[in-house]
């Protein structure tokens, strides 16, 4: 077995070895990445390091090579560090032991549960649904599918039954691994209610597998639902990690579009493995032995690639803090990077914002000086948050990283690079190694040259990137590929200054980022357009001081309605059901009409101004059917 990733792998540390390596991916990309992977362990080498066309698109990455990328994380870890902690779990509850789990720890539960996959009947290629809180359970059931060769789906524990049930549907999955329950801060979620809900919705779930998380009383359905820990108990620790091929499946992802149902986006193997690894280790400037604190949910791509795979490929000690920034109080987070000393912290502007709201007192009782490193995803930063972050959690001492990227890319594309770049507040300043990014304008041209601006596509492949939506590659083709023939297009706006630093505006499409977490305005409109009242439905996003996007949404309903605020209350109710709570309207404006066009589409631009309080300049509003309908809707504006 090879040496340890972090012994091997180049590390960038200055800005001339940045510029050496990403030349190098430009113009010798099969001998950059080869190199990349060098440091991983492979049953067997590949024949080539990259196939592809972004026609149809097709992408190989180390096609003909065989890994795992459970042994990658675990089995390869052991020699050096078994005894090193591997995840600290950090209860919701302060008062509650945190739990830790070691290299070899999480390595036996890991096989256990690998078996116990086995012994429930999985095999290579199934699809397992994950659907639980944040427990190091959520990391050791990924882990165990990677391990033998299942695809994971992993479901955000904030979606409503129906949300699973869609997705479960969508990929098939004959297995479910949920847990009885939860809290998030005060409030408790039963878990097990929601899946007993959404379960009936489907046919392929042969078995559901329940950990006893809070010892609430739960519905155990006979034949179907069995507990984790008796599984576990008759479970052999022995288990060898299957040998998949590079492009076999790893995890599908469900994320929202402009329009239809959420996209399973799937990412294969050995690409993402690399891919996870590399950027992990350069853009937070990973330190043998170094502490990492990812808040982001196990259930969204962050959680995935920077809670799990990359801090674990790197051998770092990875924290999973189950509860809320702002439970018991509004200094938690500092207590979790207190407690466990953690040197890199990896954020949403979102929660930065929220915390700012309170001010700064809380600062002068914590001890941050562990903090190395501090990070950003998930939308774009603002410079008065940057400036916050910067001065109160990093003493001005911490580099930020801004990194953008997307569950498409798999990983970090365009971020700093820690302690090398020098950075802008609010830029996500360069590309990574491998990453060729343009500007495209109207005609859909590249655009040269700096101090420019455009819409956001990647010319080239990188490891990490899907290679489809499960079971439509054709929609795949048609969303990413279709809008610029021959470039992957990302759906976000950007700058690029006059220093050739990239700064990402936000989506162009009809996708709004509400306090990081990304939703289809077209999944909103149907859950609302199914009230009785409710003929048809226009969503759009506002500008929110806190959540970065706040969510208006636009009614026609029949005849005259007699009570709003009633409405409003089950409008939101509707969309708790349908999608889950975090994407429940802000503002709900009932109208008469909606600025259409005459080929019958609804002109958002105009709507989006009127949510912004932007009513003074509204365009163009000759070419509607009916321009009327724009006065009364700015009337009504709220
Ligand atoms: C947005 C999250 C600005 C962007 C990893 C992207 C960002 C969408 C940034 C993907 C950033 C992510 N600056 N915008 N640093 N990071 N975004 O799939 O609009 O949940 O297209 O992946 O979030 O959201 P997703």
Partial sequence: ??????????????????????????????????????????????????????????????????????????????????????????????????????????????CRFANVLKNTGAKRGDRICIYLPMIPEAAIAMLACARIGAIHTVVFAGFSSTSLADRINDCQCNLLITADAFYRGEKKIELKKIVDEALPQTTTIKNCIVYNHRNTAIEMKQGRDLWWSDLMKNASVENKAEAMLSEDPLFILYTSGSTGKPKGILHT??????????????????????????????????????????????????????????????????????????????????????????????????DLSSLRVLGTVGEPINEEAWHWYDKNAGKGKCPIVDTWWQTETGGILISPIATVTKLKPSFATFPLPGVQPVLMDGQGKEISGND???????????????????????????????????????????????????????????VINVSGHRIGTGEIEDAIDEHELVIETAVVGFPHDIKGQGIYAYVICTGKVENEEKLRTEIKAMVTEKIGAFARPDKIQVVKGLPKTRSGKIMRRILRKIAEGDISNLGDTTTLIDPTVVGQIKEGAL
């Fill in 269 to 366: 193997t050995a690409g993402y493995m690399v891919y996870a690894g590399y950027t992990f280790k350069n853009v937070f400037n990973y330190q043998n032995g170094e502490v990492f604190f990812c808040t982001a949910d196990v259930g969204w791509v962050t959680g995935h690639t920077y809670l799990v795979y990359g801090p674990l490929l790197n051998g770092a000690t990875t924290i999973m803090f189950e509860g809320i920034p702002v439970y018991p109080d509004h200094g938690r987070f500092w207590d979790v990077v207190d407690k466990h000393k953690v040197n890199i912290f990896y954020t949403a502007p979102t929660a930065i914002r929220s915390l700012e709201t309170y001010g700064t007192e809380i600062f002068k009782t914590k």
């Fill in 1 to 110: 077995m090879n040496q340890t990733l972090s012994n091997n792998m180049k590390q960038i540390n200055s800005i001339e070895e940045y510029n050496a390596q990403y030349k190098q991916s430009v113009q010798n990309h099969d001998v950059f990445w080869a190199d990349a992977a060098e440091s991983f362990s492979w049953r067997k080498k590949w024949d080539t390091v990259l196939d592809w066309n972004f026609t149809e698109p097709s992408v190989k990455w180390f096609n003909g090579a065989e890994c795992n990328l459970s042994e990658n994380c675990l089995d390869r870890q052991l020699a050096t560090r078994a005894n090193q902690v591997a995840i600290v779990w950090e209860p919701n509850d302060p008062k509650e032991q945190h739990r830790t789990l070691t290299y070899k720890q999480l390595y036996d539960e890991v």
């Fill in 452 to 510: 420019v601006e455009g819409n956001l596509c990647i010319k080239f492949p990188w490891p990490g990137m899907a290679r489809t939506i499960y079971g439509n590659h054709e929609r795949f083709r048609q969303t990413y590929f279709s809008s610029y023939p021959g470039y992957y297009f990302t759906g976000d706006g950007c700058k690029r200054d006059a220093d050739g630093y990239y700064r990402i505006t936000g989506r162009v499409d009809d």
